[in-house]
């Protein structure tokens, strides 16, 4: 028997397909219904369950997911791109989604080529996973004064990697809670005076790889003070572990300075790079990705609006008249097809910002091209505002359109609201470079 979607279906003159092409790329429905019935075949996977799981089961679930979807990667031989399908599949980041998104993307930018040689392809079989700690407890956006210090010791060859006090603490690292075993920490060079080495000098934010749990046994290492800090608002990113990371005196080589721009010389002279901000492109990565994950949330929650509002019946039109689908609501309407539009636009406009990204970053790195960054940095500052704030707004405003059914954690929309709205506090715009500060950072994580 028909439902009334069929219906609706059968009615409109509106071309599916169509519609698809603008908003996905070649191929990618294809590998998705691929992937999606190797998946659905799996039980692992069923989602059904996961709202019934506390903080720590949900880690662990998402550690096991991951672990089968690794084997699944190498039982079909999905490429990298069929690989990220499958994670996003689960609409959940895992525990390694910022490995993916921070650890490896600084090290392919920021490190040489003597050191991407070392370390991706470690990454990549994920013997090493890493996370990003940035953000202090005591700053976030205001990169410019983080506490945590990178001092050079001429006599050993090494940096020692310091949080001074508490409230240098690194804090919400992603991945750091259980899963990392490797950090890159942004922290303040500081190197001695020539001719006086018990004195230095600040030569601001820097990159350094840093070994935080051992290899063989996933203890943490000496020095090293890390875990999670629990659950998050809404109970949103539940199957990422955030964590903190102190350091006291942890020692690390002088190769594991990120050094394509910026070096240190085994006699602690600091070389410039030939641009300061060199560096700077990195610093909108994250936040380029942000308008079309926000669209592709608020897509899904009001499609979910809009099959409830179609199958959901309630008053007559006229008093012997049958009940009227919630859609047909001069009300629902006007809520819930704007979204639809805003979240396409958003779609549209972000797989622009991110082509956009792409082509300055190869401008910046491989020509040291700057004509495009402060444009760059702007636009993706102004989209990520605007795209955070009225996504948020419009998956609660799809949520409401669907009644008390809307609150269910059963009905998709609440764990799509807990993931987006955090997009509202993270990403924070750091201050101007200050006068010490050769090599802006990357943004927070």
Not at 126 to 138: H, K
């Amino acid at each position: 028997m028909p439902t009334p979607l069929d219906a609706i279906r059968t009615d409109t003159t509106i071309a599916p397909y169509k519609i698809g092409n603008l908003l996905f790329d070649p191929g990618y429905r294809e590998a998705r219904i691929r992937i999606t019935s190797i998946l659905a075949s799996d039980r692992i996977f069923d989602k059904s369950r996961r709202p019934h799981l506390n903080h720590r089961q949900l880690l662990h679930l998402s550690l096991r997911i991951f672990k089968r979807l690794l084997e699944l990667r190498d039982a079909h031989g999905w490429s990298d791109l069929e690989f990220t399908l499958a994670c996003r599949l689960q609409d959940e980041p895992l525990p390694t989604s910022f490995h993916d998104m921070t650890f490896v993307p600084a090290i392919a930018s920021q490190g040489t080529q003597e050191q991407q040689a070392h370390w991706l392809p470690r990454c990549k079989r994920y013997e090493v996973i890493g996370c990003y700690a940035q953000t202090e407890l005591a700053h976030g956006s205001n990169v410019q004064e983080l506490e945590t210090a990178a001092r050079f010791d001429v006599t050993s060859g090494e940096f020692v990697i310091s949080s001074p006090r508490l409230e240098s603490t690194k804090w919400w690292i992603g991945g750091s809670g259980v899963m990392a075993n490797h950090t890159i920490v942004q922290a303040v060079l500081y190197l001695p005076l020539p001719g006086n080495p018990l004195e230095y000098k600040p030569y601001g934010p820097h990159l350094f790889i840093v070994p935080v749990r051992s290899l063989g046994t996933h203890e943490p290492l000496p020095g090293i003070t890390i875990g999670g800090i629990g659950p998050k608002a809404y109970g949103g990113f539940g199957a990422v572990d955030n964590g903190f990371l102190r350091f006291r005196e942890v020692r690390i080589p002088r190769e594991n300075m990120l050094m394509r721009h910026a070096q240190v010389t085994l006699t602690g002279e600091y070389v410039r790079p030939a641009h300061d901000k060199l560096s700077y492109g990195n610093m909108v990565a994250l936040r380029a990705a942000i308008p079309a994950n926000l669209g592709w949330s608020l897509a899904k929650a009001v499609t979910i609006a809009l099959r409830y509002c179609i199958h959901r019946r309630q008053f007559a039109a006229t008093p012997d008249g049958p009940e009227q689908p919630v859609i047909t609501y001069a009300s629902v309407k006007h809520r819930l097809y704007p979204l639809l539009a805003t979240s396409y636009a958003y779609i549209i406009a972000g797989r622009g910002l991110w082509a956009m990204y792409q082509k300055m970053v190869e401008e910046v790195v491989q020509r040291g091209n700057m004509e495009s960054l402060a444009e760059m940095h702007s636009l993706s500052t102004a989209l990520k505002v605007k795209s955070s704030t009225d996504c948020a707004k419009g998956l609660e405003e799809a949520r409401k359109c669907m009644g008390g059914h809307g609150y269910s954690h059963m009905s998709g929309i609440g764990p799509l609201f807990a993931n987006a709205t955090a997009s509202q506090t993270y990403e924070g715009l750091s201050q101007a470079p200050s006068h010490h500060n050769p090599s802006p950072p990357l943004p927070l994580s």
